[in-house]
């Protein structure tokens, strides 16, 4: 069974950094808030909420194990943002190559609002999604 890690926030947003490259070439989150996935005594993923603007901000997720994708964890992770900080919008952004990401953001309801050319470190380009609280089934 997962369970949800809140404490030791900036051990997860460092464990989140180490695994996302974009975030550790921007120089970290800055200020942000992270909740870890625990299965079995070792983390397997992190969700840093970073880029707050009051009614949007922006969700990044670094895994190491697909066992997180559960859905108790999915209404967790969205209360958050929704229900606590009262968001109207989540912002996520990925690499357009990234086809995991992707199909991720794509499978949880997320929806792809554009592209980025050269917004990466690398060159790259980024691709943005948006989930409206409206459009939100993880939370009631």
């Known amino acids: 069974m997962i369970r949800l890690v809140f404490e030791n926030q900036d051990g997860l947003q460092q464990w989140a950094e180490d695994r996302l490259p974009e975030a550790k070439g921007a120089g970290g989150f800055g200020r942000c808030a992270?909740?870890?996935?625990?299965l079995d005594g070792a983390l397997i993923g992190?969700?840093?909420f970073h880029n707050y603007r009051k009614c949007d901000i922006e969700m990044s997720i670094a895994t190491e194990n697909p066992r997180w994708i559960?859905?108790?964890?999915?209404?967790a992770l969205f209360?958050?943002?929704?229900?606590?900080?009262?968001?109207?919008?989540?912002?996520?952004?990925?690499?357009?190559?990234?086809?995991?990401?992707?199909k991720l953001m794509s499978g949880i309801g997320f929806k792809q609002e554009g592209a980025h050319p050269k917004a990466r470190i690398d060159g790259a380009t980024s691709v943005?999604?948006?989930?409206?609280?409206?459009?939100?089934?993880?939370i009631a």
């Not at 559960?70 to 209404?75: A, F, K, N, P, T």
């Open 70 to 75: 559960q859905r108790g964890v999915l209404r």
């Open 34 to 38: 992270s909740i870890g996935m625990d």
């Open 79 to 102: 209360h958050y943002p929704f229900v606590q900080l009262g968001c109207a919008r989540v912002t996520a952004v990925c690499s357009v190559d990234s086809n995991r990401a992707i």
């Open 128 to 138: 943005s999604y948006g989930l409206l609280k409206e459009d939100c089934r993880w």
């Open 46 to 48: 992190v969700v840093v």
